[in-house]
């Protein structure tokens, strides 16, 4: 069975997209991409015409998802646009009996996502979020080594990114506006907390100090390795300024409690001058794990303090014998089964990661079964990230349920006042 593929959004991370699904009908053919849709005809074209050179078909072009529902027969909507209208295209697409695929974060508020929630047990499709760091080769193995006790039992996290110089995110003006992104908090917060919750398990609370250091950014130039993915997009916002006014919180320092009794730290700023660095660590009742980051294949590392020498590369194998990647996630990494790194460039891992969640999405669809970030995933990996704008607007110490269910929500009101969601 190939299922049907439809984007929406051809903006950097919707060419982003037909690479992963021209990369996963390289290696399968389960689904196949049908159909891209954006605003502007011009970038949709462009995608076209791209996938066209690498699949050698050309997908039919929309300007409007109405129109992409009614005339291409999609089984999978993959939406790639800007967070403020992941719920508004989901839910239409549901309606439809359509399958969804969104970017993270998966709404741009909690109460748009319970909506979502909402359509999907009502029209009883599939509705998966687009998180990719998890996907990882080396992440995989990091919660094995985890789950398998290699550093013992997990009792604190420190994961601290500092960045800054003040550019815009990606120099994409919508990132810049609350109502538009949520904040630039949530825009990077929300891979960083799926993952936390991913290595750590479930949080019961957070408290936090928010703030904007960097108001005024410039629109200057995309970080190296993703600048071939946005030359093309139309800027619906500030074209042609210099610099923009950001009105939405770009530093969050948080302390976490976990239900298993765990703290950790979860700092992050992207309006830090002069000098940058990151950490995350993961320390245990018998040493401390160094996570590797995402998509550079670097191994994990393992210290203990009755070793001298750290343990990483294929010695981390050792600890966990049984430990292999999963069939969908080794199809795309040569077959391989059980690796302590890799080696490929940014574009190839990032396509990569966008086929597996791709493919494992149209597994659950064809089997009836959950995907693996479902939207109950996405929720808690968004409860988290806006758990720490909403105790730095409030002051308090908020619960993390509070957060799921709209008990706690004055951040997000304004958001949801101006979307009317």
Known sequence: MTLKLGIIGCGGMGLRHMHGISELMKYSEIMKLEAVCDLHESAANFVASKAEEITGKRPNVFTSLEKMLYQSDIDVLDIVTDTRTHHKFAIEAMESGVNVMTEKPMGVTLKACRQMMDSRKKNNVKLAVAENYRRDPMNRLVKELIDNGAIGTPQMLLDISVSGGGNLMHATGWRAKKVMAGSLILEQGVHT?????YFMGDAESIYATTGVMQKERKVGKRPPGIEQFYGHRVEDQFEGQSKVIIDAEDTAFSVIKF???????????????GYGFGNETIHGTEGTLKLPGSRNGNSPIISRDNLSDSITGDDLLDLVPEWQLDDITSLYFDGSRRISNYDYPFEAVDRKLIAIELHDLAEAIINNSTPEVDEIVGVKALSLAYGALESGDTGQIVKLKDIETGKVNQYQSEIDSELKI
């Open 193 to 197: 907390s799926d993952l936390i919750l």
């Open 259 to 273: 239900q298993s009794g765990a703290i950790g730290q979860m700092t992050m700023t992207s309006g830090a001058n």
